[in-house]
């Protein structure tokens, strides 16, 4: 070009040669430094994936009575921490304290039922040994007369009295001793309570029912964490069962659940390092990893998923829910909802 422009080859040999040489080679230098720092990093960063759909997770457990009756006390407010086993509320116990009663009353009636019994089976003895004698008797009557009848010293009449005598005396007998075995099998016991009467271990298991019924008023917390929607305990309120009625957050047990797009799946395993950061906490950064990947993409359990028979069919990328476990501990409160932003390296 020099050649062809005498004044540019004139400038560029002239005393500012040295500067406009720097200047060429800058500008031809600088798009290819950034052309090579943008190679660079790519080359650096796309074994990463990335989404910022993704949330702070953790165990929720919903407490509701085992028991119908009226709120009379309640231990817990809004957001306060508690340990497994502290007092959430109380329902009235005096209903169950009335059962606890009833019971007592049951056991003892069962109890006096089986002395009865016993006495009854003592006097069935007795009446056995009262038939087994008046069978002996009856049979010598017969005998007698049999031999009398024999001789001609009895009437037939007489004869037939005698045998209809020893025929009642053996079903007196044959009564006696059937009334027997039915007092002994009253009392008798069974494999799965040796030596307790059933009507006994009836009355036994209803206490024990009445009295788990009365422990059950008490409601405590089954895990520790944070209680939540605490606002519907009410001094007063009717308790139904199986009415949800708290709900503590487990709060030391915090995953994320990070919803990535299917196409950054191809190189993801369990077990890559992750990244989290928080938008509420701009300078908490934490380490974790991949725990799990999801069985199906979040549309698949939806309430409605949809369906694409139709005709209608617009392809969407699906996202597909994946946990990344958080290994290094946080210096701040992790609640759950929180927004995560998630980066997976794929490259190992």
Do not use: C
């Not at 917390?221 to 503590?248: C, E, F, H, K, W």
């Not at 069919?313 to 996202?319: A, G, L, P």
Request: hydrophobic fraction near 45%; aromatic fraction near 6%; charged fraction near 20%.
């Amino acid at each position: 070009m020099a050649e062809r422009d005498p004044q540019l080859a004139a400038d560029l040999a002239g005393p500012g040669a040295p500067a406009r040489w720097r200047r060429l080679a800058l500008m031809v230098a600088g798009p290819v430094v950034l052309i090579g720092a943008a190679l660079v990093y790519y080359l650096a960063t796309d074994h990463y994936v990335s989404t910022d759909n993704a949330f702070i997770r953790q165990d929720k457990v919903s407490v509701s009575a085992e028991l119908t009756g009226r709120i009379v006390a309640v231990g817990v407010r809004e957001n306060q921490s508690v340990k497994a086993g502290d007092l959430l509320f109380r329902l009235d116990p005096e209903p169950y304290r009335i059962a606890v009663a009833q019971a007592d009353a049951a056991l003892a009636a069962a109890d006096v039922k089986v002395v009865g019994m016993e006495a009854d089976l003592s006097t069935k003895g007795a009446d056995i040994a009262t038939a087994r004698s008046g069978l002996a008797y009856a049979q010598e009557q017969y005998n007698r007369t049999a031999a009398l009848i024999q001789r001609g010293f009895a009437t037939k009449a007489q004869m037939d009295a005698a045998t209809q005598s020893l025929a009642a005396a053996r079903g007196a007998l044959s009564n006696a001793e059937g009334a027997a075995i039915k007092a002994r099998a009253a009392l008798a016991t069974s494999s799965v309570a040796p030596g307790v009467n059933p009507t006994v271990l009836a009355a036994q298991a209803q206490k024990r029912q009445a009295l788990y019924n009365l422990a059950r008023t008490e409601v405590r917390a089954p895990v520790s964490g944070t209680v939540s929607q605490a606002d519907r305990l009410l001094t007063g309120q009717l308790m139904l069962t199986g009415l949800p009625a708290v709900t503590i957050v487990v709060s030391d047990k915090s995953w994320v659940e990070a919803n990535f797009k299917e196409t950054d799946l191809s190189h993801m395993r369990v077990g890559q390092p992750a990244e989290l950061w928080f938008d509420a906490y701009p300078g908490l950064r934490l380490k974790g990893h991949v725990a799990s990947i999801g069985a199906g993409t979040g549309s698949e359990f939806s309430v409605l998923p949809a369906q694409n028979a139709n005709g209608n069919w617009v392809k969407v990328t699906q996202r597909v829910p994946v946990r990344i476990a958080i290994d290094s501990p946080a210096t701040r409160q992790l609640i759950a909802g929180l927004s995560t932003n998630v980066r997976v390296d794929t490259s190992r």
